[in-house]
């Protein structure tokens, strides 16, 4: 999770570099679905990086 992939486990930090993989298509914070990687990096960007401070999302896979 956040993968349709059942077999992908992928754990979310609340602080330090989050990875989010090209496969995650699911917010792992708030579960909202996101057709592509990139708009859900955008929503973490731009939602949850205020409610954790010290998190960062990494800009590649």
């Known amino acids: 999770m956040p993968c349709t992939n059942e077999n992908h486990s992928h754990a ?3 602080e330090g570099s989050l990875t ?5 298509k699911i917010c ?6 996101f ?4 708009f ?3 929503h973490v960007n731009n ?3 205020k409610q ?4 960062k ?3 590649g896979w």
């Open 57 to 59: 999302v990494d800009e």
């Open 20 to 24: 989010i993989e090209r496969c995650e």
């Open 35 to 38: 057709k592509h990687a990139w």
């Open 40 to 42: 859900l990096r955008r």
């Open 28 to 33: 792992g914070f708030c579960k909202a679905p």
């Open 12 to 14: 979310w930090v609340t």
């Open 47 to 49: 939602v949850h990086v």
């Open 52 to 55: 954790y401070p010290n998190l």
